[in-house]
């Protein structure tokens, strides 16, 4: 009875009562407060059917206080209002709530039995929020009040009816879900206070930053670089797209990053390709038939070669091999096409043959098997048993001319095609290449001869045809060579060593290296182009391995026949270019593994620099031979299922041995 008297009187100072007026209402509110009074000492709990009203609401209200402070009460009929908009909470879980109820009922009871509790007005307020829950169960203004529980009113900042003579009911409506709100309040604060409930995840306020990642590598190769006249794209890209691409290469990078990703680093993953976007006005801009050097968007031009090679240095293959006219082929090409002292393929591979094997369809299968899907025959010919072929990434096709090809037979008679020359030429990006196999005629002492075969095949090649010339000016009619950029000459030459048989096996049984240099002092090849009757303009790399020519079939020993042939260095390949260190020998060697025939196969690898060109020549538009690419790869995957069987088969065997 101590805090429902103190209750009373703090509730008489904050709402000021009516004398006169409203007698109906008074009345309704008697009639009311003893049916709750009679409701609630049968079934100690109240009820509501359907969504409660305004009206109800105030009276439900009414019930939990004092008879006393009901009886001086007046009820006015308002109009009802839209509640405001209530602010957001944090959602309260399944388990949070049922700790809530058992810390209320607890708080209550532990309430009702304090002995230190006093009818104080400081402390009626607590005293009555620890017991009004027993009463009601769940305050029946719960759902329009509690979302602004922890929230001051913007009514609550008016000037308080304390102390004035009038009031209305719609005022004591307001404060009486004030209190009932701060009974909440006050229930949940002390809640919380002694335990420990489950909060939610704690989200960031603002979104994180982007991050920019810089996933280059210096040892991939792309081709997506924007155009430096086209900047924007980087802008425009991460608002369209959210995503960046630009190039990768061997050497070097361009741009400020690779992949742009304002989430986080999981979500490297894309929808989008590597390749750059490119907006509908950029390509109807360009034109690749027609173009300069000076062109934006040029197929050929500067900002393509940049994208492809932005050191402008290309890697090229070549290699002679004469068979001998052997039907059998090696099973294994490996260590000729891919040796395994460059760490990288390189980006063209040109093969020139002398004397080949009868089935030549079979033996450029056995290339595009070796060489695998990375390459594509861009071209090959032939000229009786002298084959060439031409194999080039995949990707670069696009940036090629239409090939052209030329033959000369050096032979007296024309019809014999086992002597002569085979000439292949097209144009890289604005670089002019003349590829040459040739076959000289032998022995030992025809020097002469050899040396007429070379000045027929530089006046009687004629390359080329409809490409047009780089460099017209410091062309020459007479010489074939003079017509292109790079010009790489290989094949079997047949220059021997002017030493006999026994003085040449003793300088190879000596030191390797010092017998090497020995022996290239005999070289009839190295002292011609000495002179400058042959080969004129050419340089040919440093010869560090033993002699190609003439070895017995299948074996490592020289020629052990009654001829007694003496070794020679007769498989060459030289070179020669317009602008001066252009090319550069990366790497000059023979493969002795390769033995189906008296000459070693002989390759070197070249860096090549390339300049960017004009649209206006004939593209072959990505021309290659699809029907051998396609057999190539599927006897590629065919022997490797092969490989796998026999690998299998082994390890399921088992061999039993009987002492």
Same mark, same amino acid.
């Given at each position: ?64 206080? @004092? ?85 001051? !009113? ?6 308080? @009816? ?46 994180? @930053? ?227 196999? !040739?076959?000289?005629? !032998? ?217």
């Amino acid at each position: 009875m101590s805090s429902l008297n103190g209750f009373s009187q703090h509730s008489g100072t904050c709402v000021t009562q009516r004398a006169e007026g409203g007698a109906v209402q008074d009345l309704q509110a008697k009639k009311a407060g003893r049916a709750a009074r009679k409701e609630a000492s049968s079934n100690s709990i109240l009820t509501f059917e359907g969504p409660p009203r305004v009206d109800t609401f105030i009276n439900e209200t009414l019930k939990l206080l @004092p008879d006393e402070f009901k009886a001086n009460v007046k009820i006015k009929s308002i109009t009802p209002r839209p509640p405001r908009k209530p602010r957001l909470e944090r959602a309260a879980s399944l388990d949070e709530k049922n700790w809530r109820r058992w810390r209320r009922l607890r708080s209550s009871q532990e309430s009702l039995t304090d002995p230190n509790e006093t009818s104080s007005s400081n402390g009626s307020l607590q005293d009555t929020s620890l017991t009004s829950p027993i009463r009601g169960r769940a305050p029946p203004c719960s759902q329009c009040c509690e979302p602004n529980s922890l929230h001051s !009113s913007p009514d609550a900042s008016e000037e308080s @009816p304390v102390g004035k003579s009038k009031g209305s009911a719609s005022e004591l409506g307001k404060r009486a879900c004030e209190i009932s709100s701060a009974f909440g309040g006050l229930l949940r604060g002390k809640a919380f206070a002694g335990g420990k409930p489950r909060l939610s995840q704690i989200m960031p306020a603002r979104p994180l @930053p982007p991050m920019e990642l810089n996933v280059a590598s210096h040892t991939l190769r792309t081709a997506n670089k924007i155009d430096p006249d086209f900047m924007d794209y980087q802008r425009y890209s991460q608002h369209k797209f959210g995503r960046v691409s630009n190039s990768l290469s061997d050497s070097r990078l361009h741009g400020d990053g690779i992949a742009y990703d304002n989430c986080s680093t999981d979500s490297m993953k894309s929808t989008f390709s590597l390749l750059t976007p490119i907006r509908s006005k950029d390509v109807r801009s360009r034109s690749y038939l027609e173009g300069s050097l000076l062109a934006s968007g040029a197929l050929l031009g500067a900002e393509e070669l940049s994208r492809y090679f932005p050191d402008r240095n290309v890697g090229i293959f070549v290699a002679t091999w004469n068979m001998q006219g052997q039907k059998e082929l090696p099973e294994n090409l490996d260590d000729f096409l891919l040796p395994t002292d460059p760490d990288f393929a390189q980006d063209m591979y040109v093969i020139g043959v002398q004397e080949g094997c009868p089935d030549r369809r079979e033996w450029e299968i056995r290339l595009q098997e070796t060489l695998g899907p990375h390459y594509v025959m861009l071209y090959s010919a032939a000229h009786g048993v002298l084959y060439m072929s031409v194999f080039i990434r995949r990707d670069l096709i696009w940036f090629c001319s239409e090939v052209e090809y030329a033959t000369v037979t050096t032979r007296i008679v024309s019809q014999i095609k086992t002597k002569g020359a085979l000439g292949i030429c097209f144009t890289f990006f604005g670089t002019s290449f003349l590829f040459i196999t !040739s076959h000289f005629t !032998s022995g030992d002492s025809k020097v002469n001869e050899r040396k007429l075969d070379y000045n027929k095949t530089i006046q009687a090649l004629t390359l080329p045809k409809v490409v047009p010339d780089t460099n017209p000016y410091r062309s020459s009619s007479g010489d074939v060579t003079t017509r292109f950029d790079e010009v790489f000459w290989f094949g079997d030459f047949n220059f021997r060593l002017n030493k006999d048989r026994e003085t040449v096996d003793s300088i190879l049984n000596q030191d390797p290296e010092t017998g090497i240099s020995k022996l290239l002092a005999y070289d009839q090849l190295t002292s011609e182009m000495g002179r400058g009757s042959i080969f004129k303009g050419f340089q040919e790399a440093d010869i560090h391995f033993r002699p190609s020519y003439k070895f017995d079939i299948g074996k490592d020993s020289y020629d052990t026949t009654s001829k007694q042939r003496t070794p020679s260095y007769t498989d060459r390949v030289v070179f020669r270019s317009r602008y001066r260190d252009d090319i550069q020998a990366v790497k000059y060697s023979s493969c002795p593994v390769i033995k189906t025939s008296d000459h070693r196969p002989v390759f070197a690898l070249f860096r090549v620099k390339v300049r960017p060109g004009r649209d206006n020549i004939p593209l072959a538009a990505g021309q290659f031979d699809r029907e051998l690419y396609l057999i190539g790869i599927k006897r590629r995957i065919t022997r490797e299922l092969q490989n796998r069987r026999q690998q299998k088969d082994q390890k399921s065997s088992s061999i039993c041995s009987i002492s």
